[in-house]
């Protein structure tokens, strides 16, 4: 049975959390593969909101195996918040939750020394959520990490605590932060240790043995393509590989499994945090996005900056990471808009660009060359068919799949679990 990866296909806040618990109805696996802390997916049943950060948003469907990877950064004390949430509103992840024993974690100092990283950046700061990614997948490539495994052997944390905090104490002393006090840390890794024992397991095994045996795995990546490490905004990014490129190495399962890759976008763009946003709108259209998307970070509750769809960003996206299918988020958010822009190229020292610059200084001294389409004033949150849209929203949502160059299967028509428009083959080419 092919593994099923979701991932964003714009800089993040897509409305992943949304399609994935779609699609764990019908999961037995879903799976996070990278990222940490610093994701927020929100999932709305009925009258209740969800807000997960390290959890998969399958962790709401009751029959779902929910499993961290080993290319997580696992929080510890935060994952532990999150389960202790679910418990107290009836979601009981007893048997339900596997967290790799190889995966790496967070600990409380590294999310000081991202925020010291920041401080030292001075105007170049790169507007992380000081959840502590970067630092803990510095010390994971740099082989000072401490992975769950670790953290369950108190004479290993300890050893490996110790040896490594002259580094950590060098950055936060430039920063004029306080340092490390070793012995705390040890006392509150052994207590975090003993909490998390119960959910570690080998689940690069178990997952292999399920694929094996034709169970249905959902993959979902957090953040967007373009704050993938390697493809997107450097070094205004995250500090991981966030397409369906990096499920194999973040899961352990063989590239081979990869079968279906859904693309999640909005019918707009946003980004929080610093880099490169050339459809960026400032004005009242802009402003319009943001206030009927609600558009506030899950996990900083920071406002995003809002603007237009950026096909350049999607196609890169779509070609690198092998979208099969496209989800179309927010399309709701767009009534009462009187024109949409949407962004085909770039123009950039006089010369029209297809594809994302590689320097993010060229990127944000893009000029993005628009098409105008008709807006629409109707509510089209009922619309439970591609045809029940009004005409100038089939139009553009047309259009988006044609430059995509990808199907578009899911429209999502407002918030709810309910309120989307499923198209088994794509947008009708005619009507």
């Not at 618990?21 to 990222?35: E, H, I, N, P, T």
């Not at 082989?143 to 004479?155: F, H, N, S, T, Y």
């Not at 973040?250 to 999640?264: H, N, S, W």
């Not at 945090?273 to 970070?297: C, I, K, M």
Request: charge should be negative; aromatic fraction near 6%.
């Amino acid at each position: 049975m092919p593994v099923t990866c979701v991932y964003g296909m714009q800089w993040g806040d897509e409305g992943k959390g949304r399609i994935v618990d779609l699609l764990a109805a019908k999961s037995d696996f879903v799976v996070r593969y990278q990222g940490g802390a610093n994701a927020g997916h929100t999932v709305i049943v009925g009258e209740e909101k969800y807000v997960l950060h390290l959890l998969p948003s399958g962790a709401i469907q009751p029959s779902t195996t929910n499993v961290i990877g080993n290319g997580v950064v696992v929080d510890p004390w935060i994952l532990m918040d999150e389960v202790d949430h679910l418990a107290g509103r009836g979601i009981d992840l007893t048997g339900r939750l596997l967290v790799s024993d190889r995966a790496h974690v967070v600990l409380p100092h590294h999310k000081t020394m991202d925020q010291a990283l920041e401080a030292l950046r001075g105007d170049e700061a790169l507007g992380t959520t000081s959840r502590g990614i970067g630092p803990a997948y510095g010390d994971k490539f740099r082989r000072a990490g401490m992975r769950v495994a670790d953290l369950l052997k108190p004479e290993r944390y300890q050893e490996l605590l110790e040896a490594n905090t002259g580094a950590w104490n060098a950055i936060l002393d430039k920063a004029g932060l306080e340092p490390i006090d070793i012995a705390a840390v040890i006392e509150e890794t052994a207590a975090i240790g003993e909490r998390i024992r119960p959910y570690a397991a080998d689940a690069t095994g178990v997952l292999i043995e399920a694929w094996k045996a034709g169970r249905e795995i959902l993959c979902e990546g957090a953040q967007g393509f373009g704050l993938d490490v390697d493809h997107g905004s450097y070094p205004f990014v995250t500090s991981s590989t966030t397409g369906p490129a990096g499920v194999p190495a973040g899961t352990g399962l063989p590239p081979q499994a990869l079968g279906r890759v859904v693309g999640i976008v909005k019918a707009y763009t946003t980004r929080v945090g610093a880099g490169p946003f050339p459809t960026r709108d400032t004005g009242p259209a802009g402003q319009h996005l943001g206030e009927v998307g609600h558009e506030f970070g899950a996990t900083t509750g920071r406002p995003r900056d809002c603007g237009w769809f950026d096909a350049v960003l999607g196609r890169r996206a779509a070609m690198t990471q092998g979208a099969t299918a496209v989800a179309l988020m927010k399309l709701d958010v767009l009534s009462g808009l009187d024109e949409i822009k949407l962004c085909i190229a770039y123009e950039l020292d006089g010369k029209r660009v297809e594809a994302p610059p590689a320097w993010a200084g060229d990127w944000e001294r893009c000029t993005p060359v628009y098409e105008t389409h008709p807006g629409w004033s109707e509510d089209i949150s009922g619309a439970r068919r591609f045809e029940d849209l009004p005409a100038a929203a089939q139009v553009y949502v047309r259009r988006i799949q044609e430059v995509l160059e990808v199907p578009v299967e899911v429209i999502s028509v407002g918030a709810e679990r309910e309120r989307f428009i499923p198209l088994e083959q794509g947008i009708p080419v005619s009507v």
